[in-house]
């Protein structure tokens, strides 16, 4: 077959998934659907979701243009070479170390981004952390939840919130009571609606650690989001780290005024994906 004739019958790669799989790299022996994974492959597989704003696998599909079941592809950044990550779906699975605030704001389970770049962060660079690249079990679109923020001002009152659970109140209360509390109540939510997912905007503490990268990652294209899944997820490959370095900032710069340019970054961009606008945090 012609080059020109091979191109021609392949389905064209949407933009969007081009950029979020640019720095893919396949691990050694990674399979879907007893397919070893290759970047041509992968290309091919995936789709776009306009509404959830991330690449997916429709599980079958059966010639609905809107599949009710899906597998996302994440990008997600650890320290293990695991295969297939299992969520911690209650508190007391955490181990103690990590029984913090800021590591169970929106409840248990694994934390994704919809593209590499929103995987780095100080944090990560110091930990030395992979960027794993991950598919999801197949999770159903009506059990998936939409908690992104679209309104600068809930935006603005959720930051002021977090200031309080993060800060004040572990001091107060202690730190394990206090993500002990809000990490059980978001549970008992997730639960109750059944949830596989949760759509999230960015932390803003990580988006300003890369904001003056947004520009050259096209973030105005693909905005960087977070989810939370409680299904498991497997690796099929990695991303090589972005040459950028995620920057950190002291507080009194973050908190008086750089938390407003990341509320107002984040609410324009859901607001253009067509995110919820009256949802107010029970954070």
Avoid: C
């Avoid at 994440?74 to 800021?102: C, G, K, M, W, Y």
């Avoid at 977070?226 to 950028?244: N, Q």
Wanted: aromatic share 8%; glycine share 6%; proline share 6%.
């Amino acid at each position: 077959m012609s080059e020109a004739r091979r191109h021609a019958v392949a389905p064209a790669t949407d933009p969007r998934v081009e950029v979020v799989t640019e720095r893919f790299v396949p691990d050694t022996f990674a399979s879907i659907d007893d397919t070893w994974v290759s970047l041509e492959g992968l290309r091919q597989k995936l789709k776009w979701d306009e509404a959830l704003n991330m690449a997916v696998i429709p599980v079958g599909q059966g010639g609905s243009a809107t599949p009710e079941t899906i597998r996302i592809f994440a990008a997600h950044a650890t320290t293990t070479d695991l295969t297939r990550f299992e969520p911690r779906l209650s508190f007391d699975e955490i181990p103690e170390a990590q029984r913090v605030r800021n590591k169970s704001v929106y409840g248990t389970g694994l934390y994704i981004a919809n593209r590499a770049e929103a995987s780095l962060t100080v944090e990560a660079q110091r930990a030395q952390k992979t960027i794993g690249a991950f598919l999801s079990g197949p999770i159903e679109r009506a059990r998936i939840v939409d908690r992104r923020r679209s309104s600068v001002a809930i935006e603005v009152a959720h930051l002021v919130s977090m200031v309080g659970t993060e800060v004040i109140e572990p001091r107060a209360r202690g730190r394990e009571k206090t993500a002990r509390k809000y990490a059980d109540r978001a549970n008992a939510e997730w639960e109750g609606l059944g949830a596989q997912a949760v759509l999230l905007n960015e932390a803003p503490r990580r988006r300003l650690e890369k904001l003056q990268y947004e520009a050259q990652w096209l973030d105005e294209t693909i905005p960087p989001q977070y989810a939370l899944l409680r299904v498991p997820m497997e690796r099929i490959g990695t991303f090589d780290s972005p040459a950028e370095v995620a920057q950190s900032h002291n507080p009194l710069a973050m908190y008086g005024k750089l938390f407003w340019q990341a509320a107002i970054h984040n609410a324009r961009d859901m607001r253009r994906l067509g995110a919820p606008h009256d949802f107010t945090s029970k954070d």
